[in-house]
């Protein structure tokens, strides 16, 4: 029998980031990722997050599904916009619900899958969209930044 390999490819089509939890995200062409520790200026790295008293090694880096804001609108007629979702990378075609424990690339970056994220009221909070439920399962991935650098819109997204 022969080892299945990924048979996905993934892309970077959106990147985000906010100084603290209660400030909107900004969409950005490149972060500049810094290992073991998050993204240079966004809440995570700076400890202004939320959670900021439960620190954890695998919130450095967040990502969402594209697929999923398209299923909100057309299952839902929900209007979610990629900085709205709250997650630091937006991507397509990359089963995120499957990296968990996984290390993967992002353009010339290593992340290693370490949750999936869960949704929060927050979210509600900030866009008056009433979603929790929708994004439950599909809210994401935490991850942890393992081979820091820059990444960039379209970078090439693949498992290790």
């Not at 998050?38 to 700076?46: M, P």
């Not at 090694?57 to 979610?80: M, P, S, Y």
């Not at 996984?102 to 949750?115: A, C, D, H, P, Q």
């Not at 008056?128 to 393992?146: C, D, H, P, T, Y």
């Amino acid at each position: 029998m022969t080892k299945k390999t990924a048979t996905w490819l993934g892309e970077v089509t959106g990147l985000h980031k906010t100084p603290r939890s209660f400030l909107p995200m900004k969409d950005f062409e490149s972060l500049s990722l810094l290992a073991g520790i998050g993204i240079e200026g966004d809440r995570h790295a700076t400890g202004e997050a939320f959670h900021s008293d439960r620190p954890e090694e695998g919130r450095q880096i967040t990502l969402f599904e594209e697929e999923t804001i398209e299923a909100l609108l057309r299952d839902h007629n929900i209007r979610l916009s990629p900085s709205d979702h709250r997650r630091n990378v937006t991507t397509r075609n990359v089963p995120l619900n499957h990296l968990v424990g996984k290390k993967f690339m992002v353009g010339n970056t290593i992340l290693e899958g370490t949750r999936l994220s869960t949704p929060c009221r927050h979210i509600e909070q900030i866009t008056g969209l009433e979603l929790f439920n929708q994004l439950m399962n599909r809210s994401g991935l935490n991850a942890k930044i393992v081979v820091g650098g820059n990444i960039f819109i379209d970078d090439i997204i693949k498992l290790m």
